[in-house]
């Protein structure tokens, strides 16, 4: 991926062991800095696997966010995916309640509603599928395992990337915000749209 990818940085590259490897965060080096990182653990295939996070913060405003990158188990572990689910959004809630900074969450999470359902029914998340407060987990025709959801933003020019990298398509989106008052519209900046973590892109203005 080093190689494919020269101007990124990955977490948690090798850092938490063989297994904890399969998972990556990848960040261009030039837009924003990593600040802060962590994982927990949760079953997977009859072993435990790592879910690794970062908080970033944009090198142009310096505004921060958070990036949980997630693969639940497959298949017919339902339990193993009940139990990293209630472990994925204790942590969410964690992260979602330090100084109000967005948490964006992507991943193959091997189901096709019932993940975002939880997650959006007790944390601030929605999908980046044109989700809402009213309805925060609209499933696409032909939707697959993988979801990209988050807080604190809108997000538009959602869409699947077929790129023959993985057997799954990669998703992007777009996340943004209107300034809710005149003041804040003067302290908020655009950011470099073009920035990829795994499945996710930001662009557009921040609002945070």
């Given at each position: 991926m080093q190689t494919?990818?020269?101007?990124?940085?990955?977490?948690?590259?090798?850092?938490?062991?063989t297994r904890g490897s399969a998972i990556q965060i990848a960040r261009n080096t030039s837009t924003?800095?990593?600040?802060?990182?962590?994982?927990?653990?949760?079953?997977?295939?009859?072993?435990?696997?790592?879910?690794?996070?970062?908080?970033?913060?944009?090198?142009?405003?310096?505004r921060g966010f958070w990036v949980v990158a997630i693969h639940n188990a497959p298949g017919g572990q339902e339990r193993r995916r009940d139990i990293s689910t209630a472990a994925e959004i204790k942590l969410i809630k964690k992260l979602a309640s330090q100084r109000d900074r967005p948490v964006f969450v992507i991943g193959d999470?091997?189901?096709?509603?019932?993940?975002?359902?939880?997650?959006?029914?007790?944390?601030?998340?929605?999908?980046?599928?044109?989700?809402?407060?009213k309805n925060p987990c609209p499933v696409p025709r032909f939707g697959g395992p993988d979801w990209m959801l988050g807080s604190g933003a809108e997000f538009s020019d959602f869409e699947k990337v077929?790129?023959?990298?993985?057997?799954?398509?990669?998703l992007t989106a777009r996340p943004g915000c209107r300034p809710r008052t005149e003041r804040a519209q003067r302290h908020t900046k655009s950011v470099?749209?073009?920035?990829?973590?795994?499945?996710?892109?930001?662009?557009?203005?921040?609002?945070?």
């Amino acid at each position: 991926m080093q190689t494919v990818m020269p101007k990124y940085s990955f977490f948690p590259r090798r850092g938490l062991g063989t297994r904890g490897s399969a998972i990556q965060i990848a960040r261009n080096t030039s837009t924003v800095k990593k600040m802060e990182t962590g994982y927990i653990m949760r079953p997977f295939s009859g072993w435990a696997r790592p879910i690794p996070y970062v908080r970033l913060r944009d090198r142009e405003t310096g505004r921060g966010f958070w990036v949980v990158a997630i693969h639940n188990a497959p298949g017919g572990q339902e339990r193993r995916r009940d139990i990293s689910t209630a472990a994925e959004i204790k942590l969410i809630k964690k992260l979602a309640s330090q100084r109000d900074r967005p948490v964006f969450v992507i991943g193959d999470v091997n189901e096709r509603s019932e993940f975002c359902q939880k997650v959006a029914g007790a944390t601030p998340l929605i999908s980046m599928n044109g989700g809402s407060e009213k309805n925060p987990c609209p499933v696409p025709r032909f939707g697959g395992p993988d979801w990209m959801l988050g807080s604190g933003a809108e997000f538009s020019d959602f869409e699947k990337v077929y790129n023959g990298i993985s057997d799954h398509p990669a998703l992007t989106a777009r996340p943004g915000c209107r300034p809710r008052t005149e003041r804040a519209q003067r302290h908020t900046k655009s950011v470099r749209p073009g920035t990829k973590f795994r499945n996710f892109v930001p662009g557009r203005r921040w609002c945070w």
